[in-house]
């Protein structure tokens, strides 16, 4: 069976798999647009490619970003982008969708879902929806956020639903945003040259969990860099820092320790959403044992 055929079997309906089917290997069947968000112009290697769609992030004509969308999770896997230094504040969230996921010879820049001129039954088949959101107990969590992109246009790009996953607020609002602000003033501090993100998510291993029964919440959130040349002046103790590091966070106070152990000593909001900073080998092995597949990052392990 190919893989093709192998997951048209699942949710999807089958007229999307036979737009699909029809055009494949046409538009957006890779990240040829969108290599240069990836280090060394190479994306991860050893994703089992069944079932994902890769998005090169487009937005007023510019590519900003790149993402890997699990269509039955209705959720990406990563998103990557090179870092950059925001020159403005936060801006307007006015949250976008996808079109070349409901037929691949659609649009392939993403859509505010105010100028949504009809959203058919299979824009909402084909990924979420801000309503999948409303009372979930879930807050949209940027896998790029906004603060890690430069330009105004960069940052609105960030605000696609392709971009973010169902994230409990004590990590989006705590220990989540404080590994995104330390990524970011490593960044400034110590990187000379260009910072490569990859950031993604651990769905549950078992029965997964859905929000609104349609969009996989992750059980535990995973970020690495890729720095390849430092500043001369690194200090010795952030050495190990580069030129990559990585971290996992969790998104179930529940979940076992067995990844990320729990600080019973941190306050109660924030209490079982800790984030375990760890080398980039330490996370592969991490993603190899529960994706089932034996990922690499960053072409050559960024050196
Ligand atoms: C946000 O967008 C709305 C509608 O486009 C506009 O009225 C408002 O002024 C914008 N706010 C900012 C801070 O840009
Ligand atoms: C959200 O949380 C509230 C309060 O804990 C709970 O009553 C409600 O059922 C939850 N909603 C969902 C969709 O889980
Ligand atoms: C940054 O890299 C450039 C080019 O390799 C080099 O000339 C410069 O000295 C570096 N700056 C620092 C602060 O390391
Ligand atoms: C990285 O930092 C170390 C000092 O910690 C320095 O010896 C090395 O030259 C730096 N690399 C580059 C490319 O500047």
């Not at 309906?13 to 957006?28: A, K, Y």
């Not at 859905?210 to 970020?223: A, D, K």
């Not at 001369?232 to 990559?244: E, G, N, V």
């Amino acid at each position: 069976m190919s893989q093709k055929k192998k997951f048209c079997t699942g949710a999807l309906l089958l007229l999307l798999c036979w737009l699909g089917g029809q055009v494949l290997g046409e538009i957006s069947d890779d990240f040829s647009h969108c290599l240069d968000f990836f280090y060394n112009k190479t994306p991860p290697k050893g994703i089992d490619a069944a079932g994902y769609q890769p998005i090169c992030q487009r937005y007023k004509n510019l590519y900003h970003f790149a993402s890997l969308y699990h269509r039955q999770s209705r959720a990406p896997l990563y998103s990557a982008y090179r870092l950059g230094l925001a020159d403005g504040k936060r801006p307007n969230n006015t949250w976008k969708y996808e079109p070349q996921l409901v037929f691949s010879r659609a649009s392939s820049e993403m859509t505010p879902f105010l100028f949504a001129t009809y959203l058919d039954q299979n824009v909402i088949e084909s990924q979420a929806m801000s309503n999948d959101y409303r009372n979930s107990n879930f807050t949209r969590g940027h896998l790029n956020p906004s603060m890690h992109q430069k330009t105004k246009e960069n940052r609105q790009a960030t605000f696609t639903l392709t971009n973010v996953v169902p994230q409990r607020a004590g990590s989006n609002g705590g220990s989540w945003n404080g590994l995104e602000n330390e990524v970011l003033k490593r960044f400034k501090a110590y990187c000379n040259g260009s910072m490569h993100v990859i950031t993604g998510v651990l769905p549950y291993e078992s029965e997964p969990l859905r929000i609104n029964n349609r969009v996989s919440v992750p059980e535990y959130m995973w970020s690495a860099y890729c720095c390849p040349s430092n500043r001369s002046d690194l200090p010795a103790h952030m050495q190990s820092f580069f030129p990559t590091h990585a971290a996992v966070g969790r998104n179930d106070p529940n979940s076992g320790e067995e990844i990320v152990p729990i600080n019973v000593k941190a306050k109660s909001s924030k209490r079982g959403y800790d984030v375990r900073r760890m080398s980039l080998e330490t996370l592969e092995g991490i993603l190899a044992q529960r994706l089932a597949m034996s990922v690499s990052l960053f072409h050559g392990q960024c050196q």
